[in-house]
Antibody, heavy 122, light 103 residues
Framework: EVQVVESGGDMVQPGGSLRLSCTAS????????MNWVRQAPGKGLEWVAN????????YFADSVKGRFTISRDNADSSLFLQMNSLRVDDTAVYYC???????????????WGQGTLVTVSS | EIWLTQSPVTLSLSPGERATLSCRAS??????LSWYQQKPGQAPRLLIY???IRATGIPARFSGSGSGTDFTLAISSLEPEDFAVYYC?????FGQGTKVEIK
C-alpha cells in the first residue's frame, strides 16, 4: 500500500521551532517530488514547500520562505520540515504529500498522510 | 500567479441528485487541473487529474471536464459518502473549496 505517515506536530510558543517528519512506504521514494501542504483550522489547503528527487531543488511558499526548510533522506524514505520563527498563523494541520511533477508543473498530489497538528500559541 | 476560483461555495443537494462543481482559472492552464475530496477529519483524496482522468479506485460517478480556464467536476448521483468539501488544484495553487452538503 502506498502511504505516508507524518509525525512531530506539537504546541509551541511564537518564535519557537519544530521539526516535522514523514515516512513513506509502498513506493520508490527517491523517484518522486515530495511536499508539505497545510490546512489552518476551518480553512482551505495551502502548499508550503516541496523538494525534488535528489534534494537539489527546493521551493517554498512566500509565507514561509526564510523560516522553513525542507529536506529528505532517500535511504530512509523520509521527508522533513524544519520550522523556525513560528508564528500564530502557522497553526495548521501539516500534510506530507507525494506529487507528480511533469509538463505543466505539479500535476497531482497523492497520497496524503493523515496530517500532524502544529499549534503556535502563547 | 494563477488563481483558481471555485463556485458555488456551498451546494445543497439530496442523495441521488447530480452535483456540478465549477473551477475557473485566472488564465489558461491547458488541462493541468486536479480535483480532491476532503471529508471532515480526514486528509484530502485525489479524485481527478489532468482535468478528466479518474484516479485509481475512484467510482465512475465522478467525472471531470474542461480545458483552458473553465473546469467542471460532476457527481452523477450523490451517495451519502459524497457529501464533503471539494478542491481544485493547479501546480501549487488550490481553489478555496466547494462544500457539498445534504439538503
Amino acid at each position: 500500500e502506498v502511504q505516508v505517515v507524518e509525525s512531530g506536530g506539537d504546541m509551541v510558543q511564537p518564535g519557537g521551532s519544530l521539526r516535522l517528519s514523514c515516512t513513506a512506504s509502498g513506493f520508490t521514494f527517491s523517484n518522486y517530488w515530495m511536499n508539505w501542504v497545510r490546512q489552518a483550522p476551518g480553512k482551505g489547503l495551502e502548499w508550503v514547500a516541496n523538494i525534488n528527487q535528489d534534494g537539489g531543488e527546493r521551493y517554498f511558499a512566500d509565507s514561509v520562505k526564510g523560516r522553513f526548510t525542507i529536506s529528505r533522506d532517500n535511504a530512509d524514505s523520509s521527508l522533513f520540515l524544519q520550522m523556525n520563527s513560528l508564528r500564530v498563523d502557522d497553526t495548521a494541520v501539516y500534510y506530507c504529500v507525494r506529487s507528480l511533477v511533469a509538463a505543466g508543473g505539479t500535476r497531482w498530489f497523492d497520497p496524503w498522510g493523515q496530517g500532524t497538528l502544529v499549534t503556535v500559541s502563547s | 500567479e494563477i488563481w483558481l476560483t471555485q463556485s458555488p461555495v456551498t451546494l445543497s443537494l439530496s442523495p441521488g441528485e447530480r452535483a456540478t462543481l465549477s473551477c475557473r482559472a485566472s488564465q489558461s492552464i491547458s488541462n493541468y487541473l486536479s480535483w480532491y475530496q476532503q471529508k471532515p477529519g480526514q486528509a484530502p483524496r485525489l479524485l481527478i487529474y489532468d482535468a478528466s482522468i479518474r484516479a485509481t479506485g475512484i467510482p465512475a460517478r465522478f467525472s471531470g471536464s474542461g480545458s483552458g480556464t473553465d473546469f467542471t467536476l460532476a457527481i452523477s448521483s450523490l451517495e451519502p459518502e459524497d457529501f464533503a468539501v471539494y478542491y481544485c488544484q493547479h501546480r501549487a495553487t488550490f481553489g478555496q473549496g466547494t462544500k457539498v452538503e445534504i439538503k
